[in-house]
């Protein structure tokens, strides 16, 4: 499946109007908090995370899926799949290794200006690990958590060009350690809902 995020996001949602976990729309606006359901397509496969009540609400509607009309494209959903678990979203004092499976959206119109007056690189990786502290914070604050401990990070990454509803944006891929759990495909930064930021733990024989 070659079909951007935006297009499952949009059919799920036009399918079920009545949850707006699906797509974020109320009657007086937008949901502006962090998403409890989240679409991706990695590797050519889609498929939705849900978190506290959108665990729910996919759940509810997994029966209802008979196939994807994704554009001018039409997927027959012949077999799914759901894995249901507790997680830990947590600060720890050991610290944990992650990859971006999906491009990190971390620039707004405000901090892109900012990243690219800098020259140094030194300073722009120490402005990164900053924003994704923040969308740690972010993601913890939408989903009611308190965090009371110092977020450390340290990253590796890389510029590469993205585009969000048909405009250019940089777009970071690589690897980040934080004292922080995150759960498998869950999304950090802007546009999580469309896929973006996706990170997954990566296991070090060392590790624990």
């Not at 949901?31 to 498929?47: N, S």
């Amino acid at each position: 499946m070659k079909e951007p995020v935006a297009k499952l996001r949009g059919f799920i949602g036009n399918q079920f109007p009545d949850y707006s976990l699906l797509h974020h729309h109320v009657e007086d606006g937008y949901l502006c908090t962090y998403p409890k359901v989240q679409y991706k397509i990695i590797e050519g496969t889609p498929f939705m995370v849900g978190i506290d009540e959108g665990a729910k609400v996919l759940k509810e509607i997994s029966g209802g899926i008979k196939q994807l009309e994704l554009g001018n494209s039409v997927y027959k959903v012949s077999s799914k799949q759901i894995n249901e678990r507790e997680a830990e979203v947590v600060p720890q004092r050991v610290m944990y290794n992650y990859r971006f499976l999906t491009p990190w959206f971390a620039l707004n119109q405000k901090n892109y200006s900012k990243f690219m007056e800098m020259k140094d690189w030194r300073e722009k990786k120490l402005f990164l690990n900053n924003i994704l502290i923040g969308n740690l914070l972010s993601m913890c604050k939408g989903l009611g958590i308190i965090v009371n401990t110092r977020l450390n990070v340290h990253s590796h990454l890389n510029e590469e060009k993205i585009e969000f509803k048909n405009i250019p944006f940089i777009g970071f891929s690589g690897e980040f350690t934080v004292n922080f759990r995150i759960p498998d495909f869950f999304g950090i930064g802007k546009n999580v809902s469309h896929g973006f930021g996706t990170v997954k733990e990566i296991k070090l024989n060392s590790q624990r």
